[in-house]
């Protein structure tokens, strides 16, 4: 039986914008100010939605419950295989010693304190989110410049104000793959026009770090280093993001601004070593390492790069979804009609074209290259499951939310209230990012939150959808350093506990500061710089334009192109492989593990 969107069920928008807004205040309320734990903030956020849409916009019931099943599964395949995944490589490369002989390469580079702060607060921390996310980028980085001798508060401000600009790409690109899920906006147009916000911002955080520690005196003796810095991590950031795929903009940028520091660096030297007025005495021992032991060490996200490269490409991904299985969701497949037209539900289970498999086959990788054990491999990867039970609850529940708040028509009806900014809208879309961050710790739980949102308000005001919904992501990344959850990470990992509120006034102004500058730059985007937004193609309309016989014939072509592709990939890769092996570095595989924290 067919059902029709209701999208304002009172006959009063604002009240019906209100009572639809009732599950995402009270996910507001139970992370900000009830504290409340992850998966069960999204259980009663879930549970909310389903309520509203059977009571109040009329939704079946058998339909809400369907499209919140649909939702909790896509959360956690193939969003929660990233996440689950990313993690378990990162796990392998600490248990195995090989990560600390990725953060003595890091920290041996330089002595000067302004230039320790882009390697590692900026640079490394962006790799980092690029290759785990959750909380991984700040914990680290923070106690690794502590450990050189960093004051703990500087420290740990600084690198929550470094960790914005990778924030949109974090953890393999899972908060684009969400956003372009959740609003229906092509998914890489949505990368591309992030590619082409964050850019601006990537290269004014390197100089705003350093002045925030040495001034405009001290940032102009270390300037050949800081355009160096930002200026390689932009250009490659809006590179990847523009033509490879939203799951690799950090990787790249990352390893492209360290390694031209580190070249940079070897020929230019700051006139004065920097050190902050009475700094307490470095505890971290940093060690040399040959470069095959260092190459060692960095291969395992060598190999991800590589492969992740691939994956994102349109013909390995033709080729591997030949054995994509689709599930037909016939209880509520086509039964949901939204702007007249019904909703095709189909759930795909890509299990070899999920960019989680691509980093699963560089965990095995890393496993050949560092002489991991079967046994040690399947015990880490049961750890990892188990350390991550709860936040892939909490991601299931809140992309179960999202869906049933898209298709009841809550998330319309809240777009269309939006309508009464007019055309200021796409100067407050970043600031509902800044919102959904603040509160959820998360790029990703913001644009669950917000996408759909996004897209409904600027498609009724005329304007392109994929630039409000990028602004959702992009007005995001300003609020991470203030979000609770952040803080909560930096000041344990910087032993400052008790010291949240010192460290919240620290970053508060930068926050609104870099949610000003993308609130401009979106708004100019919109009306002046209209030709930066990207011109795309929806897979609906590419399927419509092509005949079935050109597009039969360009799919075996792609197919072709993609065997190629992947062939000389297992060529390279199993060059690095063997070189990297018989590589000396690295300890016993060991107990220790990374303590994550995922929101």
């Given at each position: 039986?067919?059902?029709?969107?209701?999208?304002?069920?009172?006959?009063?928008?604002?009240?019906?914008?209100?009572?639809?807004?009732?599950?995402?205040?009270?996910?507001?309320?139970?992370?900000?100010?009830?504290?409340?734990?992850?998966?069960?903030?999204?259980?009663?956020?879930?549970?909310?939605?389903?309520?509203?849409?059977?009571?109040?916009?009329?939704?079946?019931?058998?339909?809400?419950?369907?499209?919140?099943?649909?939702?909790?599964?896509?959360?956690?395949?193939?969003?929660?295989?990233i996440v689950l995944t990313a993690v378990f490589l990162y796990q392998l490369t600490v248990k195995s010693g090989q990560f600390e002989i990725?953060?003595?390469?890091?920290?041996?580079?330089?002595?000067?304190?302004?230039?320790?702060?882009?390697?590692?607060?900026?640079?490394?921390?962006?790799?980092?989110?690029?290759?785990?996310?959750?909380?991984?980028?700040?914990?680290?980085?923070?106690?690794?410049?502590?450990?050189?001798?960093?004051?703990?508060?500087?420290?740990?401000?600084?690198?929550?104000?470094?960790?914005?600009?990778?924030?949109?790409?974090?953890?393999?690109?899972?908060?684009?793959?969400?956003?372009?899920?959740?609003?229906?906006?092509?998914?890489?147009?949505?990368?591309?026009?992030?590619?082409?916000?964050?850019?601006?911002?990537?290269?004014?955080?390197?100089?705003?770090?350093?002045?925030?520690?040495?001034?405009?005196?001290?940032?102009?003796?270390?300037?050949?280093?800081?355009?160096?810095?930002?200026?390689?991590?932009?250009?490659?950031?809006?590179?990847?993001?523009?033509?490879?795929?939203?799951?690799?903009?950090?990787?790249?940028?990352?390893?492209?601004?360290?390694?031209?520091?580190?070249?940079?660096?070897?020929?230019?030297?700051?006139?004065?070593?920097?050190?902050?007025?009475?700094?307490?005495?470095?505890?971290?021992?940093?060690?040399?390492?040959?470069?095959?032991?260092?190459?060692?060490?960095?291969?395992?996200?060598?190999?991800?790069?590589?492969?992740?490269?691939?994956?994102?490409?349109?013909?390995?991904?033709?080729?591997?979804?030949?054995?994509?299985?689709?599930?037909?969701?016939?209880?509520?497949?086509?039964?949901?009609?939204?702007?007249?037209?019904?909703?095709?539900?189909?759930?795909?289970?890509?299990?070899?074209?999920?960019?989680?498999?691509?980093?699963?086959?560089?965990?095995?990788?890393?496993?050949?290259?560092?002489?991991?054990?079967?046994?040690?491999?399947?015990?880490?990867?049961?750890?990892?499951?188990?350390?991550?039970?709860?936040?892939?609850?909490?991601?299931?529940?809140?992309?179960?939310?999202?869906?049933?708040?898209?298709?009841?028509?809550?998330?319309?009806?809240?777009?269309?209230?939006?309508?009464?900014?007019?055309?200021?809208?796409?100067?407050?879309?970043?600031?509902?990012?800044?919102?959904?961050?603040?509160?959820?710790?998360?790029?990703?739980?913001?644009?669950?939150?917000?996408?759909?949102?996004?897209?409904?308000?600027?498609?009724?005001?005329?304007?392109?959808?994929?630039?409000?919904?990028?602004?959702?992501?992009?007005?995001?990344?300003?609020?991470?350093?203030?979000?609770?959850?952040?803080?909560?990470?930096?000041?344990?990992?910087?032993?400052?506990?008790?010291?949240?509120?010192?460290?919240?006034?620290?970053?508060?102004?930068?926050?609104?500061?870099?949610?000003?500058?993308?609130?401009?730059?979106?708004?100019?985007?919109?009306?002046?710089?209209?030709?930066?937004?990207?011109?795309?193609?929806?897979?609906?309309?590419?399927?419509?334009?092509?005949?079935?016989?050109?597009?039969?014939?360009?799919?075996?072509?792609?197919?072709?192109?993609?065997?190629?592709?992947?062939?000389?990939?297992?060529?390279?890769?199993?060059?690095?492989?063997?070189?990297?092996?018989?590589?000396?570095?690295?300890?016993?595989?060991?107990?220790?593990?990374?303590?994550?924290?995922?929101?």
């Open positions: 039986m067919e059902w029709t969107q209701v999208i304002n069920p009172f006959d009063n928008l604002f009240l019906s914008a209100l009572v639809a807004a009732i599950p995402i205040l009270f996910m507001f309320y139970a992370l900000a100010i009830a504290r409340m734990k992850g998966h069960i903030a999204g259980s009663i956020t879930l549970l909310l939605a389903i309520g509203i849409a059977v009571f109040v916009h009329g939704m079946p019931a058998q339909l809400a419950i369907w499209s919140s099943i649909y939702g909790a599964l896509y959360g956690l395949f193939p969003i929660g295989w990725i953060k003595d390469s890091i920290a041996a580079i330089t002595d000067d304190r302004r230039l320790q702060a882009l390697l590692i607060a900026f640079c490394f921390g962006a790799f980092l989110e690029g290759a785990a996310g959750f909380g991984t980028p700040v914990a680290i980085t923070a106690g690794m410049l502590v450990g050189l001798g960093f004051n703990p508060l500087y420290a740990a401000g600084l690198c929550l104000i470094a960790n914005t600009a990778p924030v949109a790409f974090g953890g393999i690109g899972i908060p684009i793959i969400t956003a372009g899920a959740v609003s229906g906006v092509d998914t890489m147009a949505i990368s591309q026009m992030v590619g082409r916000q964050l850019p601006f911002l990537s290269v004014f955080v390197p100089f705003w770090l350093v002045f925030i520690m040495a001034g405009w005196k001290g940032a102009k003796e270390v300037m050949p280093a800081i355009l160096v810095c930002g200026v390689s991590f932009a250009a490659a950031q809006w590179f990847s993001a523009n033509y490879m795929s939203p799951m690799l903009p950090d990787i790249i940028s990352s390893l492209v601004s360290i390694v031209a520091m580190v070249l940079f660096l070897r020929k230019w030297k700051p006139q004065n070593i920097w050190r902050f007025k009475d700094e307490p005495p470095a505890t971290l021992e940093v060690r040399k390492h040959s470069f095959g032991t260092i190459a060692k060490a960095w291969s395992p996200f060598i190999v991800l790069t590589i492969l992740i490269g691939d994956w994102g490409l349109k013909s390995v991904k033709t080729l591997l979804d030949v054995v994509t299985v689709k599930i037909p969701f016939d209880a509520v497949n086509k039964m949901i009609i939204a702007g007249g037209k019904p909703i095709e539900v189909v759930y795909k289970f890509n299990y070899l074209s999920a960019a989680g498999t691509a980093i699963l086959i560089s965990a095995i990788i890393t496993a050949f290259i560092l002489k991991i054990s079967f046994g040690d491999f399947i015990k880490t990867f049961q750890e990892t499951v188990k350390s991550l039970v709860f936040p892939l609850i909490t991601i299931a529940c809140v992309l179960a939310f999202a869906y049933v708040a898209n298709w009841s028509g809550m998330t319309p009806t809240l777009g269309k209230a939006f309508t009464v900014t007019g055309a200021l809208f796409p100067l407050v879309a970043p600031i509902l990012g800044w919102l959904g961050v603040f509160v959820t710790g998360s790029d990703t739980s913001a644009n669950a939150l917000f996408g759909k949102m996004q897209a409904v308000t600027a498609a009724d005001i005329g304007v392109d959808p994929v630039l409000t919904v990028a602004a959702n992501s992009s007005g995001g990344v300003a609020a991470k350093m203030i979000s609770p959850q952040s803080i909560a990470v930096a000041t344990a990992a910087c032993n400052l506990v008790g010291k949240e509120g010192d460290l919240f006034r620290f970053t508060v102004l930068h926050s609104l500061f870099f949610t000003a500058i993308i609130c401009v730059i979106t708004y100019l985007q919109a009306y002046v710089l209209t030709w930066m937004i990207p011109v795309y193609e929806t897979a609906k309309q590419a399927v419509a334009n092509a005949s079935p016989q050109a597009a039969a014939a360009a799919e075996a072509a792609l197919r072709s192109q993609g065997m190629l592709i992947l062939a000389v990939t297992a060529v390279v890769v199993l060059g690095i492989a063997v070189y990297a092996y018989k590589q000396v570095g690295g300890g016993k595989f060991g107990k220790e593990s990374a303590k994550i924290s995922v929101h």
